[in-house]
């Protein structure tokens, strides 16, 4: 049996929803964390176009991640 659970931060960005999602899956053989994402949902929260800025499990990787996606809706 796979079973997923999600957690997401959301935040306002000059003017755009900023989405931070951790996906983790959990299967026979136990629990793996499977997506780390930050994505640009645009102006309205549904008129994304991008793509996703992935980063691993470590501070260094999500800063970097979170400045990638500042830098793109400046």
Known sequence: MLKIDFNNIVVRHNGRTISIAQHWEQTEDGTFLNTQE???LGTSGS???GDPVWFNGTVD???NALEAIKWETQ
Request: hydrophobic share 45%.
């Open 38 to 40: 930050i994505l640009d």
């Open 47 to 49: 008129d994304y176009d």
């Open 61 to 63: 990787g999500l800063i």
